[in-house]
């Protein structure tokens, strides 16, 4: 395929495509790029793993429309018109290629993009760390990506020089999950670690690293600490047994979601938004949005979920390029759910946090666990 590509023509097994330019055209430009799943210039978006990816630039599609014998606006008038109807050129392209990012005919050009991954990485919504040690969670595709590969790691303290460790990851013990492939490792803590930047490594190539906070690291908390120490007034308005104050009740959930690293916007602070939800928290280190609605009372009281559900389904229709989880927080214990409402939210995919789930957060928070984790975890 790739000679092909090279050469103009490429043989398939019902027949051949061949790639023509014109005499006037620039040479064909093929160029390799490696791109890790955790750097921000990666180039293979689609991919979930750190892959090699070649890619071939052609001219331009508004040029290749049009050449073809249509308008590119008729086409897509006519793509949204037909019996399997889709949203234009752009949303077949988002469809079929899986590239999230909105495609533009009129900027775009042609591209060949042929990926060959390297298919390792950490599960990030598994991660865990204790006063004794980090507990990393990977996953792999396939036997041969962990053969060759290490996982190397960097543990930075208050009063020492950083420290180094690293193991063969072909010697662990690897289990059949998911998906994937699966195992665990151990990463030793002292005290006054703060942090632990991981490594895997195939070779001279990272694919993929992430940096673990550790209990007590938390910049958000500590701060907040000096003010209200250990945070007993804000969980006492998160857990609110009376179920009276549900304006203090939406105030703790946001700076919940705050302490874990989330940009929040309060929506429920404002005037004149009634018809909003009361918090959205933006993950910065993704497209994610989470939409959140918070009650004191049943989650479906007044019919919450289905409004949550509309609402989450609106902003994801409005936002393409981003990635909307709706997010139901009540002040009530699990015990007091029902069974509808819990088998509601799981069909219409809410994550529903009761009393519990908010106190398990709470003290995930003052772990160091970062809204990446949390985000990988309510996937």
């Known amino acids: ?171 662990r013990d690897w289990k059949p999950g998911t998906g994937a492939l699966r195992c665990r490792v151990d990463v030793p803590l002292r005290d006054g670690d703060v942090t632990v930047a991981l490594f895997i490594h195939i070779g001279d190539r990272c694919l993929d690293s992430m940096s673990v906070p550790l209990a007590g690291s938390n910049p958000r908390m500590s701060a907040h600490n000096l003010c209200d120490p250990d945070g007993p007034r804000f969980t006492d308005k998160l857990r609110d047994d009376g179920w009276l104050n549900s304006k203090s009740f939406e105030t703790a959930v946001g700076l919940l979601f705050f302490f874990l690293g989330f940009q929040v916007d309060p929506l429920s602070a404002q005037k004149g938004l009634g018809s909003a939800v009361d918090h959205l928290a933006h993950d910065p280190g993704s497209s994610v949005i989470l939409a959140v609605e918070c009650t004191v009372g049943p989650p479906d009281g007044g019919g919450k979920l289905g409004k949550l559900v509309a609402r989450s389904a609106d902003l994801a229709n409005r936002l393409p390029d981003s990635e909307v989880i709706a997010v139901l927080a009540t002040a009530r214990p699990k015990d007091e759910l029902s069974p509808t409402e819990l088998e509601k939210a799981d069909r219409d995919d809410v994550v529903l946090l009761a009393q519990e789930d908010l106190r398990e957060l709470w003290d995930s928070a003052r772990a160091g666990v970062t809204s990446g984790q949390v985000v990988g975890r309510w996937r």
Request: aromatic content about 8%.
């Open 1 to 171: 395929m790739v000679r092909g590509i090279a050469s103009g023509t490429a043989d398939l097994k019902s027949g051949s495509v061949r790639y023509r330019g014109r005499s006037n055209d620039a040479p064909r430009n093929i160029q390799c790029v490696f791109g890790e799943a955790a750097a921000p210039y990666r180039s293979a978006e689609h991919d979930s793993w750190s892959c090699h990816a070649l890619l071939v630039h052609g001219s331009s599609m508004w040029g290749l429309v049009r050449e073809a014998g249509h308008d590119p606006f008729e086409l897509d008038d006519m793509i949204r018109g037909g019996p399997n109807a889709y949203d234009g050129l752009s949303d077949l392209v988002r469809t079929f290629c899986s590239r999230p990012r909105r495609f533009d005919m009129r900027s775009s050009t042609t591209i060949i993009d042929l990926v060959a991954p390297l298919a390792l990485g950490f599960d990030r919504g598994r991660v865990a760390s204790s006063p004794q040690c980090v507990t990393v969670a990977l996953r792999a595709a396939a036997d041969v990506f962990v053969a060759n590969a290490e996982l190397h790691w960097t543990t930075v303290n208050t009063g020492e020089p950083p420290r180094h460790g690293s193991v063969s990851l072909g010697e």
